[in-house]
Each structure stands twice: as C-alpha cells, then as structure tokens.
C-alpha cells in the first residue's frame, strides 16, 4: 500500500521536523507548577493546575457502564482527590508506600489513584480478571501495605499470606473482612476536607507507579516509574495523540496496563484534556455507541480490538454516526497494513501506530497526524528520543538491516528499576548506553521503524503481554500435568493466541474433558486472558540437557518450520 498523506494536522509538519532538530525536555518541564513553586507532584499537575489555571469547570472525566453515567469536571476531580488525599494520610500511608488498586474501572477508581499519588504513595493497578495467585504474586513482591478493591474482588487477596498488607479498604461494601483492617472507601472520603493541604511534595526522581508484566523467564516484574515521567506523557499526548481544547479522548485500555495509566490518566489530563472512560466489556455495538454517545474525536485503542470490529457484521457501521472522529492510534503489536486500509475506508482516517512498552513508560516510536503514514510502519522516532537498529555488540546496523530495536537511554519516562530485581533491571541495559527492547526491527531509509517480532518468547495475545513460564509453572500445578510448554501461535483477530504443549502423568489420559478442566483451572487460578486457547498433548516434550523446555523448537513443530540447531536437546 502506498503512504497515506496526512489530511489535516493540528501542527505543520516543519513543526516536527525543527523538533526532531532541537528538541529539549528541559522546555517541557516550563509547563509545570513545579517549574515555578519547584513543589513536584504528578497528580497535582493533572488536576490541581488546570483549577488553578481556571479550567476547573472545563469536564475532565465522562464515565458510563451499564448502570452508571457520570460526568465529573476538573473541579470536582480535585476535590475528590484532595479528599482521597487526606483520607489516605489519616489511614497512615506513608510517601513510598505501595498502595495496590483492584478493581474494575470506575470513577472511584480513578480518584483512589490520583489521591494515593497526591500522598505520595507509590501506585499499582491490577487488571480485574487476575485471579488469587497472580494477585498474591504481585502484593507480595511489593510488599504493598493496602489494597483498594471491590467485596467481589476481596476474595481473591490472600491477606493471611501478605505480611505486609495492613488494610484492604472496600469500595461499595459495609461488610469487614476477618483477619485485617477493613475500611470502607465511602465512609472514610467523607470524612475529610477537600483543600490541597494534605499532597505530598516529592523529588521528580520520586516513584509514581508501578506496573507489573511478563517476561520470558520468571515471575512478573515490577516496572518502576517515577513523577519525572510526565513530561513524557504530556508531551507525547500533546503531539501525538493531538490533544486540544475541545477534543474528546478515549482510551479503550484498562489502568491494570501501562496504556490505561499513560494515556488513560496522565497524558490526558496532564493536557487538561475531556477524557471518556467506559466501564464493561468490549461489543462493537457498545464501542461505537460509545463513540457516538460522547462524540469522540481522538480514539486511542489496539490492533486486536480494530480486528474484532472489522469482523463484525458489515451493517453495524450505518448504524452509528462516527464523524465525530479526527484521529485513530493504536498501540501493543503489530498494526497490520489491512487494518489501516480498513480504518482508511470506514472511517476516512489513517490509523496511527505507537510503539513503547510497559517499560518505556510512553511513546518512543510513533506517526504524527501531519506526517505520511506508511501502513505497517510503526513510524519515527519521537523528538528527543534516538532510537536504532543495533547488533548484539552495539553496533548501529544500516538502513533495512534487521536488528535489536534499541533506544539511546535517557527520556523522561523511562523505567527507574525493576523492583527488588537489580539483575533483571541491568539485563535491559547490557549495552552501555542503550535499552534493548527485546523486539527487533529495521528501518528505512526514510527513517521509518518497522517491527518484525519479539527476540524472546513474550507472548503478546489480544493485546495483552504475557509470559509463557507463569503459565507453565501454573500448568505443571495441575495433577495430571508433567510437563509444559506454552508458546504463541499467530491467530488473525487476536495476534497470537497461547497454545500449551502438554505431558501428563502416569495413569492420565488424553481426554476433551480433561483438556477443560486444564483450562479452567488457569481461568480460576490465574486469569482469563492467561487460558491456552489450544492445548496439544505429547508424549515428551522437548527439552535441553539441564532440563528446560525448548520453546523455540515446539514454535518450530507448530508452524511446520525446521527446528534449528538441536544440538543442546536431551536424547
Ligand atoms: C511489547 C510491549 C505499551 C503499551 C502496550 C504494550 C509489542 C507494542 C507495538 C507496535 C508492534 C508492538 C512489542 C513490545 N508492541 N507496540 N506498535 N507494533 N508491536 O505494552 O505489554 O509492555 O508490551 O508490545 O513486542 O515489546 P507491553
């Protein structure tokens, strides 16, 4: 397919091209309070300074689900978190502290975040369909102090097993829990006045979030943000995502993933931004009622999710009005070229691919509304930020060279630590002065990034990144289970979907109904979208001499492809 010409762009294109020339962070941070008073607080900046600056009655949130629709300006956000503020600094949570989030998305939500920023808390959000291993996986690693969540999701948090955890504070509930420190979220907000006198003035360097996800080895890590970040988040919002005045802006992205924390709470609002949140599960019907409903303008959703639309019934689309629509961006994996040009014919706009990662903590490599598109592209690199195709020692490879996606280290968003694992953290930096992504790539003479897959075995399914060993470990748990591998296996609507090759114990056999449970029990134990949709049984699995599940040689069985070097295979 050839460039698509952009149609209209808030900003020239000369105003990018002199950017990518000179381009300072240290300007961003002249858009900030701290600039001026030199007190730091993120959350302050998102709400707080759009009051001050008298935006107050401007509308900052529209929420709705089934049952609920609410609009709240950014007035009332302030005081809502000023009050969330000061119930947290009563219940004694300390700058630094770890305060986990658990729940489905709500308006509370959202309040509960901003008013443990505002003290200084170090956040974690987690997706509401985790289950009671990968939630304990992660409070655990924390060591979080509390934990904000619903009476049905209470349930799944093991408080008997978390030391540290002193008090699970309930939304929407009036019963306590045994054994631990219940407080209601109504009762107490109530309680407190709504002036700014109880936020935290921190060090930019200070931690803001942390947001777990999976590698190809080991647990879930902790990826470390701190205050610092939101100069990448404004900046990219602003330009990007284009955010202006009178834009309505949906992120279609759950707060439990760093798309929902980035771009669904702080490039937004730190832009002083109308922002819509729509609670519930994903229909066609309902996404682009949302969009009529609100009169979206700028859409920011996922590969997977445009897939799943452009598979519905053709007819949907007369149904809803869609013009209020002016910028489409994607993010999470491959934004395949037939999803642009579906995009191009439905809705007259070029979908705009990102790249970045949960450890980026923003966009690195992206297409500004005023810029050619090429579709399949991921785009450019951001102002300020250098990213290259490089060797494995380094060395910057030419143009439609395939290599290590690698970014110079240095922007604001970028990860600070992996918590409590120094090693891991230091795996990412192994070359000095780089990040490596773990994707490779090329790019083009025209300086146009183009993904060509993950170097490790993190699996990215609908949209959703997760590590093969935690599912396995949870596999082998299961007592007809010996042995596991779990790889992706490409799948045109979802990317790839998780496929497990099994071995069963002695004296269990292959059976439809036990392939079921198998999944049921990864469903129940550890998440919905962590569920090998297909499960291969085998008589052994193949493995290296010290015993590790070779991977990349049941990929190779799956996609009919050779096997490679089998040298290390045990017999
Ligand atoms: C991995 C990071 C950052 C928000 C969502 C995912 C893949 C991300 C793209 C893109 C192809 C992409 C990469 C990356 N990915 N964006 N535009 N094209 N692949 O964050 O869960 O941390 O996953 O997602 O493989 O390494 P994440």
């Known amino acids: 397919m050839e460039t698509l010409q952009p149609k209209k762009g808030t900003y020239a294109l ?18 900030f309070t701290w600039s001026k008073t030199g007190n730091v607080n993120a959350a302050y900046e998102a709400i707080d300074r759009h009051v001050k600056e ?14 609920r629709d609410e609009t709240y300006t950014y007035s009332e956000l302030c005081d809502l978190t000023n009050k969330a503020s000061h119930m947290f600094r009563d219940l004694g949570v300390d700058k630094g502290d770890r305060v986990f989030i658990f729940m489905p998305r709500s308006p509370e939500l959202y309040v509960a975040l901003l008013g443990a920023i505002k003290v200084g808390a170090v956040v974690g959000p987690l997706f509401e369909a985790f289950m009671q291993d990968a939630v304990k996986a992660r409070l655990e690693d924390s ?26 504070m309930l939304v929407g509930g009036s019963e306590e829990i045994g054994g631990i420190n219940t407080v209601f979220y109504e009762t107490e907000l109530e309680k407190h006045p709504s002036d700014d006198t109880a936020i935290e003035w921190v060090d930019k360097e200070d931690g803001l979030i942390l947001h777990y996800t999976s590698g190809s080895t080991g647990k879930p890590k902790g990826v470390y943000h701190v205050h610092y970040a939101m100069l990448q988040h404004y900046q990219t919002a602003k330009w990007v995502l284009d955010l ?46 949302t969009i009529e409903k609100y009169q979206v303008t700028v859409w920011y959703s996922a590969p997977t999710a445009f897939r799943m639309l452009m598979a519905a019934p053709k007819d949907i689309l007369s149904k809803y009005d869609l013009s209020s629509l002016r910028h489409i961006l994607s993010v999470g994996e491959p934004l395949n070229p037939e999803v642009v040009r579906w995009g191009w014919e439905v809705f007259h706009h070029r979908i705009h691919d990102t790249w970045w990662m949960t450890e980026t903590g923003g966009m690195l490599i992206c297409n500004y509304l005023s810029e050619p598109v090429k579709p399949g592209s991921m785009g450019k690199p951001f102002p300020g930020v250098h990213a290259a195709i490089i060797d494995d020692f380094g060395n ?39 990040y490596i992504s773990g994707d490779t790539a090329y790019r083009d003479e025209d300086g146009y990034f183009w993904f060509q897959g993950r170097n490790d075995d993190v699996i990215m399914t609908a949209g959703e990144r997760v590590g093969p060993f935690e599912i396995e470990s949870k596999l082998v748990e299961h007592p007809a289970v010996a042995e596991a591998g779990v790889i992706g296996k490409p799948d045109e609507i979802r990317g790839h979907i998780i496929k497990a090759f099994i071995s069963l114990r002695d004296g269990y056999d292959y059976s439809e109904e036990l392939k079921k449970e198998i999944q049921t029990f990864i469903k129940t134990e550890l998440a919905a ?12 699995l193949p493995k290296t001499r010290s015993g590790k599940i070779m991977r990349r040689v049941l990929k190779a069985w799956e996609l009919d492809e050779p096997t490679g070097d089998l040298s290390t295979m045990d017999d």
């Open 396 to 434: 910057e490879l030419p143009p439609n060279e395939m290599g290590n996606l690698a970014v110079q280290t240095g922007w604001p968003s970028q990860m600070r630590k992996i918590w409590k694992n120094d090693a891991k953290f230091e795996e990412y930096f192994a070359i000095p002065g780089w």
């Open 529 to 540: 979208h962590a569920v090998p949709r297909e499960i291969e049984f085998k008589e052994k």
């Open 143 to 168: 060591e979080a102090t509390m934990i904000i969540t619903t009476p049905d999701l209470a349930s799944r948090i093991p408080h008997q097993e978390l030391p540290s955890l002193k008090t699970i």
């Open 244 to 289: 202006q005045d009178n834009d309505v802006y949906w992120c279609t992205a759950d707060p439990g993933w760093v798309t929902g924390t980035s771009y669904g709470i702080f490039g937004p609002w730190l832009n002083g931004a109308t922002n819509v949140v729509r609670g519930g599960r994903f229909s066609p019907d309902d996404w682009y009622h």
């Open 54 to 67: 008298g935006r107050g009655q401007k509308t900052a949130l529209h929420y709705s689900d089934a049952s």
């Open 14 to 31: 000369e105003d990018y091209t002199k950017a990518r020339e000179s381009f300072d962070w240290k300007d961003v941070e002249k858009v």
